[in-house]
């Protein structure tokens, strides 16, 4: 015969494991666990039942480790950034919420948890050939999150894998698909059309690709040379074009200026005066003036005039 104190140490032990259990079914039906709330419910009774025939044998230590191994296995925590995917017996059941949630035990339950946050995958360096055959180094930025989580467990293997390399894919069939000219000048409708067409292809995974961003195109270095000369070769013609207006507005001036001066001769004396003048500011040791051929004119026609 035990003695009494030991029997009411077990008593208490037996009754502070059956509130335990019924702490975790209370816990399973707040989390509108029905089906979990009715197995903890049935089977604390059972272990109920049972341990109370054992409560004064030796085995009695082995049985109320029972509940204190098993139970705390069927919590699963969800943060809020996160959803679970919860399969029971490899079937498809419900989507866990964010907080504690109670699930069955011993592998009949699983959970599988996934990120709802944006994801940013860089897509790797792809060569490209462009329409007009140019070459090209391209990578890109790829933003994208998961509004679908059963989709992305169910349809995919692994969503983020399988949309870095839709990515590198779609962006090497669309841009090979346009000039260099249109790559460079047209990056925005470009970035536009590429965040259409891997949106629509990710869909039925349950991804969402918010937006795609062309970061980088690489030409050759004999691209870069030819485009140099090019744009170099651009800004010499618009020079010559900019200096032959001017020529050809200075001329304009000039002839106006000539028709006032030829109304009145002595304008002309009066012209080279104020040159002279202002050579002379500048003390020039030699002075080029230029001479009428009508003053030439004049003294020929004075010699010959002149009797011999």
């Known amino acids: 015969m035990m003695p009494y104190p030991v029997i009411m140490v077990f008593r208490v032990i037996l009754w502070a494991i059956v509130a335990w259990w019924a702490l975790w079914a209370g816990l399973a039906l707040f989390t509108r666990a029905r089906t979990v709330f009715v197995f903890l419910l049935l089977t604390g009774l059972a272990w109920t039942y049972f341990s109370l025939h054992l409560v004064f044998s030796p085995a009695f230590v082995l049985y109320i480790l029972i509940p204190l191994v098993f139970l705390p296995s069927m919590v699963r ?3 809020e ?15 866990l919420k964010p907080g504690l949630n109670v699930i069955f035990p011993f592998g009949i339950d699983q959970v599988r948890k996934i990120d709802l946050r944006t994801f940013t995958i860089d897509v790797p360096k792809q060569e490209i050939i ?3 055959n140019v070459p090209v180094m391209v990578d890109a930025v790829v933003y994208f999150n998961v509004f679908d989580p059963v989709l992305a467990v169910v349809k995919v293997a692994d969503f983020v894998k399988s949309t870095t390399l839709l990515g590198q ?5 669309v841009l090979g698909q346009h000039e260099l000219d249109e790559m460079l000048s047209k990056r925005t409708e470009l970035n536009t059309t590429l965040q259409k067409l891997l949106d629509e292809a990710t869909d039925p995974w349950g991804v969402k690709v918010s937006a795609v961003e062309i970061k980088a195109v690489e030409l050759p270095e004999t691209m870069k040379r030819a485009m140099a000369k090019q744009a170099e070769a651009e800004r010499e013609r618009r020079a010559k ?7 050809y507005q200075a001329s304009e001036k000039l002839a106006a200026a000539a028709r006032v001066i030829a109304t009145e001769p002595s304008a002309l004396q009066l ?3 104020q040159t002279l003048s202002e050579i002379a500011v ?19 026609r ?7």
């Open 271 to 273: 012209r080279y005066l």
């Open 81 to 95: 950034y996160q959803r679970g995917v919860l399969f029971r017996f490899g079937r498809q059941v419900g989507v």
């Open 77 to 79: 925590i969800i943060t």
């Open 169 to 173: 894919t779609i962006l090497r069939s």
């Open 282 to 300: 500048e003390r020039n040791s030699t002075i080029i003036f230029p001479l009428p051929m009508e003053v030439l004119r004049m003294f020929e």
């Open 130 to 132: 462009t329409r007009d």
């Open 241 to 247: 074009v900019i200096a032959a207006d001017g020529e």
């Open 302 to 308: 004075r010699t010959e005039e002149r009797p011999a």
